[in-house]
C-alpha cells in the first residue's frame, strides 16, 4: 500500500509550515503531499489564513524532487476551469510532471459567502463539476496544433488552443471522491484516475468502492487503465498508548479512540497497519493519512519507520 501524507492548511499553516512538512515527507520515502482547498478553517481561528493550494503547490514543486503533490479535493466552484487546466499544467511542469488533481462539488458554504464566491444548489454543483471535468480532461487531451470546444449548459469553450500542456499525458492523475451513492460513481467511472472515499468506516468504504465497480460495469473506461481506489483516514499513532492519547488529545480528538463511524487510524504502529490492512483487503491500494499537528514531524518519523513497513 502506498502512503501520502494529507494536511489541512486552513486550521492553521503558513507556506513554510508547508514547505517543512512537505519536504519530511520527502525525506521519510512517504509517495506524496496532499492538501485540503479550503478558504475558510472547519476548526478553530485558522491563523495566520489560508493559502491557495495551487499556489502553494506551484512554489512546492520548486521545492522538491520526487513526492507526487495534489489537492483533495480542489472545489469545481472556486475556478473556472480553462483556468484551471492552465495552472494544473503549468504546476504539473514544474514539478516535472508530479501532479495530481482531485475535483469535487465543493460543500462549504461559509467559504464561498466570505469571498464572493457563488454557491449554487447542490444538483447545480454536480452538473457543473462533471462539465468541469469534461473540459479538464478535453484541454490536457487535444493534441498541440489543434484546438478543443465544448458546449455546455454553465460553459462553453470556443476554439482554445488548449495549450499549456501538462508533462503528464495525457493529463494528470483526476482523484474523484466522495460518499454519494449515484453520481459520484458514475463521474469516477467515466473520469477518474483514482477514487478516493474519505474519513468512512470500512465496511462504507467497501460499499462504495463496489458502487464504482459497477458504475464502471455499465460506463466501460474506453480502453483507460483500471481505477485506482484509495481511502482518506485520519491517524493518531504512538508507540506506547500513553503517546496515542497524548497525540489525540493535543488535535482535540477523542483519546479513547476512533468514534464508530470510522474514519480515524487509531493505536500503536502494529494496530495502525492492521486497519489498513483491511482496507488492502477491500482493494484499497494507497492511503491518504490526514494529519491534524503538521509541526509534530515525530508523528511522521514513526509512520515511515515502523507502520509503512508492516504493509504490503
Given at each position: ?231 482518506t483516514q485520519t491517524i493518531v499513532c504512538g508507540s506506547t498508548e500513553a503517546e496515542v492519547r497524548r497525540r489525540a488529545e ?63
Open positions: 500500500m502506498r502512503l501520502c501524507v494529507f494536511t489541512e492548511p486552513q486550521l492553521g499553516a503558513t507556506y513554510e509550515d508547508q514547505l517543512a512538512i512537505a519536504q519530511r515527507v520527502e525525506q521519510l520515502g512517504f509517495e506524496g503531499f496532499f492538501r485540503s482547498d479550503h478558504y475558510v478553517t472547519t476548526l478553530g481561528e485558522g491563523m495566520p489564513g489560508p493559502t491557495d493550494s495551487w499556489v502553494t503547490l506551484g512554489a512546492l514543486a520548486r521545492e522538491t524532487s520526487t513526492i507526487r503533490l495534489g489537492t483533495l479535493v480542489t472545489s469545481a466552484t472556486f475556478r473556472y476551469p480553462g483556468p484551471l487546466a492552465i495552472a494544473v499544467a503549468q504546476v504539473d511542469a514544474m514539478s516535472g510532471g508530479r501532479v495530481e488533481i482531485g475535483l469535487g462539488a465543493g460543500w462549504y458554504e461559509r467559504e464561498h459567502t466570505a469571498y464572493g464566491i457563488p454557491f449554487p444548489p447542490v444538483g447545480e454543483r454536480f452538473d457543473r463539476l462533471a462539465e468541469q471535468l469534461e473540459i479538464l480532461t478535453g484541454l490536457w487531451s487535444t493534441p498541440a496544433g489543434s484546438t478543443y470546444s465544448f458546449e455546455g449548459r454553465y460553459y462553453d469553450i470556443v476554439d482554445s488552443p488548449a495549450l499549456p500542456k501538462p508533462v503528464q499525458q495525457p493529463g494528470p492523475p483526476v482523484i474523484i471522491g466522495g460518499k454519494g451513492p449515484k453520481r459520484t460513481p458514475r463521474l469516477a467511472a467515466r473520469y477518474g484516475d483514482e477514487f478516493n472515499v474519505p474519513f468512512s468506516s470500512l465496511a462504507d468504504t467497501d460499499a462504495q468502492y463496489q458502487r464504482v465497480v459497477e458504475a464502471i460495469e455499465r460506463e466501460g473506461r474506453d480502453g483507460r487503465a483500471p481505477i485506482v481506489f484509495s481511502c493535543s488535535v482535540g480528538l477523542d483519546p479513547n479512540g476512533p468514534r464508530e463511524r470510522g474514519g480515524q487510524l487509531y493505536g500503536t504502529p502494529e494496530r495502525i497497519a492492521e486497519q489498513l490492512l483491511d482496507f488492502v483487503k477491500a482493494g484499497a491500494s494507497r492511503a491518504f493519512l490526514q494529519v491534524l499537528d503538521m509541526r509534530d514531524l515525530e508523528h511522521l518519523e514513526l509512520i515511515a519507520a515502523e507502520v509503512a513497513p508492516l504493509l504490503p
